[in-house]
Structures are given as C-alpha cells and as structure tokens.
C-alpha cells in the first residue's frame, strides 16, 4: 500500500476505523484480483467508485437519503418517519448511522419541523434549490434535467 493510496482511503472512510478497515479490505481485494502488487491512489480511487463511495465520503445510502429529501419534498422539511418510510430502514439506523455524518458534513440540517437539506448540498449537487429560486419566479419555473450518478444527464 503506498501513502497516497492509504490517504485516499483515509479522505473517504469518515474519520471512522470500522469504516477504514472495511474499505481498507475492500480495496486490497480489488487490487489483488486486478493482479496489482500496490494500491497506488488511482486503484484506491478506481476501487472506491466500484464500491460507490464518492470523493465526499458518501455511499449509495446517503445518496438515496439526500435524493428523496431533494426530489421527493423539494429540500424539505420532512419528518423522519417519513424518511424511514420512504428508504424502508429503521428510525433508529437513519438517525445513528445516516445523519450523524450527513450533518457533520454540512448537508442536512435537523429542526423542529424535519430534516431540511442545506444550501451546501444542493451546491455540491445537480439539484435545484427551491428556497433559492423563490424570490424570482421565472427561475422557478425552469426544469432541471435528471442527472444519473456520474453527472450525465439521463
């Protein structure tokens, strides 16, 4: 494992060892059945998209929860046992395991009246943010196109 390649890890696993460790072996199964001797940073990366962890840190769940708080409730707020109705988890895993980096991150925040996504998250997205285009009308009429995963548009 080369130092970047272990950095590259490090930037994704959320400052958690669990986490870390599980990419860590993940990563090194990628590159021993790639035939790889080293994870450099580029098979440290090629590996972490395969398993869908973006250069934020964010998997597959996050994504799914910040989407359906984005497209479904137009940034919100929304309740969590909506969100836990909507993602079919548990009340408890969104709110010990899916929140907790989502709001050290910046992306959501929680308030009285549910979980509302962040001016952060729609920046950092192909989302638009419809508290900022309600003071201009004719912004709000426009419709953004769908993006699939890798930012195309589908």
């Not at 001797?37 to 990366?45: E, I, L």
């Not at 001016?119 to 419709?143: D, E």
């Amino acid at each position: 494992m080369s130092p970047d390649g272990a950095n590259e890890i490090a930037k994704r696993a959320r400052g958690t060892p669990r986490i870390a460790g599980r990419l860590l072996r993940r990563v090194r199964d990628f590159a021993l059945v790639g035939g790889q001797q080293t994870v450099d940073r580029a098979a440290a990366d090629h590996a972490l998209r395969e398993l869908e962890v973006d250069a934020a840190g964010l998997d597959a769940m996050d994504r799914r929860y910040l989407t359906m708080i984005a497209e479904n409730y137009g940034g919100g707020p929304v309740g969590i046992e909506t969100i836990a109705a909507g993602l079919s988890e548990p009340r408890d895993a969104i709110e010990e395991i899916i929140e907790p980096f989502l709001i050290q991150k910046g992306f959501i925040q929680r308030t009285p009246r549910g979980r509302l996504l962040t001016s952060h998250a729609f920046r950092t997205s192909a989302w638009r943010n419809p508290r900022a285009t309600r003071r201009n009308s004719a912004c709000s009429m426009v419709k953004m196109p769908r993006m699939d995963r890798s930012g195309r548009r589908s």
